[in-house]
């Protein structure tokens, strides 16, 4: 049997003994193998999260947070077509703007509707036109024998100036009347409003990019040139 000091009054105490025979202190109880066992195991743990890589882990998502910051999409441009009627054999080409919707959404039933800005040619004649995903149901509009005149305003960049329209009846597309200054304008600036009074809403807004716009009308009066050579 082992003995132990108390602490108290320092007489010899057997460790199996609850309490000191002479003072009455209670005597220390002996810390079990399996409770070191515990101890020892927490601290491990406790010692192994700690060590682990947080750092390169979060230094890696922050090199490609800083990457996709970097990163540069280039502007979308205007494009160019063509096209042949089967029937007649007559060629056209088309130089067309982005896809766009108002400045502002319309409620239902337009509150889908997206426009486009456009120029087509065929060899003899250039015209431009602003084509829609419906039909435009528009107000204040002057009728005519089988189409509407549409008196608008229009802005070339910081350039407002007051046009015509027409719309056959039931057209997805309305044409300029002043088809060769809408072009020239259509190449020489950056951005173009066009203002429409849409039934149900109030003025609506269409804003079309003109970048590459330039180069797409290029494009078609190539083209275009040479329908008129051959005829077509």
């Excluded at 009455?24 to 192994?48: D, E």
């Excluded at 597309?173 to 849409?198: C, G, P, T």
């Excluded at 003025?203 to 003109?210: D, G, Y």
Aim: glycine share 6%.
């Amino acid at each position: 049997m082992a003995l132990v000091k108390c602490k108290e009054c320092g007489e010899q105490v057997s460790t199996k003994a609850k309490s000191c025979p002479k003072c009455g202190a209670i005597a220390p109880k002996k810390t079990s193998l399996f409770t070191w066992l515990v101890v020892i195991f927490i601290i491990y743990a406790i010692y192994a999260v700690n060590q682990s890589p947080t750092t390169p882990i979060s230094s890696s998502k922050s090199t490609q947070t800083a990457q996709s910051a970097k990163r540069t999409f280039p502007k979308v441009s205007w494009t160019h077509s063509k096209s042949k009627d089967k029937m007649t054999g007559k060629e056209s080409a088309y130089a067309s703007s982005p896809i766009i919707e108002p400045t502002k959404k319309m409620d239902f039933p337009y509150s889908d509707t997206t426009a486009w800005l456009g120029v087509g040619c065929n060899g003899k004649s250039e015209w431009a036109y602003v084509g829609f995903s419906k039909a435009p149901n528009l107000t204040d509009t002057d009728t005519e024998d089988g189409y509407n005149l549409i008196r608008t305003r229009i802005k070339w960049d910081e350039k407002i100036e007051n046009i015509t329209l027409r719309q056959d009846w039931g057209a997805s597309f309305i044409h300029f009347q002043d088809d060769e200054s809408i072009i020239s304008n259509i190449a020489n600036s950056n951005s173009v409003m066009l203002e429409l009074k849409w039934y149900g809403e109030q003025k609506t807004h269409f804003k079309f990019p003109l970048n590459g716009s330039s180069a797409a009308l290029k494009n078609i009066r190539n083209l275009c040139s040479q329908y008129k050579q051959t005829g077509t």
